[in-house]
């Protein structure tokens, strides 16, 4: 542990130095440089050429790049919006002058809408997973996995009756080894979601459920600091599991659900 | 206003290219791109995902003028990607490094320094640097794998180190 040479600690300074090494060997490597003078003077070099380069000239866009680019960008929601403004005949005066600025300002308006929104939905479903991630891990930490605890789903449904204003569907998959191990209440995107676990081999699983605002969606699989999210909408609920399982798996588990929801004969006991 | 990260688009572009005209030419085709393939951007970071365009876009405009040709990937593939011993000799027993630390806080020697190496040298340390990007994002914008990341960004240093002690004070 505290037997780091020179040639280890001299690899992990750039790492170090740029905050991107993890603690147990950032700690191993604080001890190496407490005795070693030569590789606090490597880190002190490194860091003065790190702090260097953020001095040099950050060239900010000129203003007439971005005017230009205002005028100029077709976007998608600009050309239907000239197209219909280009009616020649019906009060010819007005029209005229509408469809004199109609490009212009719908090209302005969906480039600065458009990339605006598309990046703050962007960040909203990034906040959202980072949540989701967040309130997996911690349900793992502070060993309050559930709030009920039962492998029986018609236990673990009816416990968040009054609790929620909404009716999350609850499936035991045992059989297919992925066993239900209860429920909680959890705290998402600003409202009480349903969160149900289950266990598959010795990896836990977060499913969050809660009512959607779209139609139905396909499994879609995003990873999130060693974590992987998969979503899904299914007849009016928003999916989220979270899981340190590989993407194929949690994907499978996934379909396991929807399949499960759909077939309502799988509701018949299956022990 | 047309983007929040129009900022980090141009500053890229102007460190890559080293020239204001030639980072316009290269945002606003970028930006062009970037709303082509508007349907491909499928979740992440918008700041890296522009940067990333940006980046392809001065690759091939550099391509189509001839002015660009990779001698980093040269570099890496004869030394090799880990940073070697005589560089680490080079690190303790170079110049004075009193001297080094006085250079490393003259921003114009810095500046031009940096101006001298080269671009994928340049591109990583302006991305790690100025735009302060994690090696993960990085590595998602090059294109390259996170140790790739890593050593790059050690030879880069070490190449600007070198740079800074060669060129003679004003």
């Known amino acids: ?271 | 206003m047309a983007s929040p990260h129009l900022d980090a688009a141009y500053n890229l572009a102007r460190w890559l290219t080293r020239d204001p005209h030639d980072a316009d030419d290269v945002v606003q085709e970028a930006y062009l791109r970037a709303f082509r393939f508007f349907s491909g951007f499928r979740g992440g970071d918008g700041r890296a995902w522009l940067l990333a365009i940006v980046r392809n876009t001065f690759y091939t405009w550099a391509e189509q003028r001839g002015r660009h040709k990779s001698d980093v990937e040269y570099d890496e593939a004869t030394v090799g990607l880990q940073v070697t011993e005589t560089d680490v000799d080079k690190n303790l027993h170079g110049t004075d490094p009193e001297k080094l630390l006085l250079r490393a806080a003259d921003l114009q020697l810095v500046e031009t320094a940096l101006l001298r190496l080269p671009t994928e040298y340049r591109e990583i340390l302006v991305l790690r640097e100025l735009e302060e990007l994690s090696y993960k994002e990085i590595a998602g914008i090059v294109g390259v794998p996170l140790g790739t990341v890593m050593s790059r960004l050690s030879r880069a240093r070490l190449r600007l180190r070198h740079q800074i002690e060669a060129m003679d004070q004003p």
């Not at chain 1, 308006?109 to 605006?116: E, K, Y």
């Not at chain 1, 673990?156 to 297919?176: C, I």
Request: some cysteine.
């Open chain 1, 1 to 271: 542990m505290n037997t780091m040479n020179c040639e280890e600690a001299r690899e992990l300074l750039p790492a170090y130095g740029d905050g991107e090494l993890d603690l147990p060997r950032s700690l191993a490597l604080e001890k190496h440089l407490d005795g070693c003078a030569d590789c606090t003077a490597a880190l002190r070099i490194q860091r003065a050429l790190s702090q260097g380069v953020r001095g040099v000239t950050y060239h900010r866009a000129p203003d007439a790049l971005r005017a230009r680019l205002r005028a100029q960008l077709p976007s998608p929601v600009a050309a239907p919006a000239a197209t219909t403004a280009s009616v020649p005949q019906a009060q010819p005066r007005r029209r005229r002058d509408w469809s004199r600025w109609a490009m212009p300002i719908a090209a302005s308006l969906a480039l600065a809408v458009g990339l605006n929104l598309m990046l703050a939905t962007q960040r909203s479903q990034d906040v959202l997973r980072n949540e989701l991630v967040a309130s997996h891990v911690r349900s793992l930490q502070v060993e309050h996995l559930s709030d009920v605890a039962s492998s029986d789903q018609h236990t673990v449904k009816p416990w968040f009756n009054g609790k929620l204003d909404y009716s999350p569907p609850v499936r035991d998959l045992t059989q297919q080894d992925f066993p239900l191990l209860g429920g909680r209440l959890d705290y998402i995107a600003h409202r009480q979601v349903a969160a149900l676990i289950y266990r598959h081999r010795k990896h836990f699983i977060n499913l969050y459920v809660w009512p959607a605002q779209d139609g139905d969606a396909a499994p879609d699989s995003h990873g999130s600091e060693g974590y992987t999210l998969v979503h899904w909408r299914h007849e009016g609920m928003e999916y989220w599991a979270v899981s340190d399982l590989n993407g194929e798996e949690l994907r499978h588990f996934a379909e396991l659900q929807i399949e499960a929801t759909t077939d309502k004969t799988a509701n018949a006991p299956n022990t």
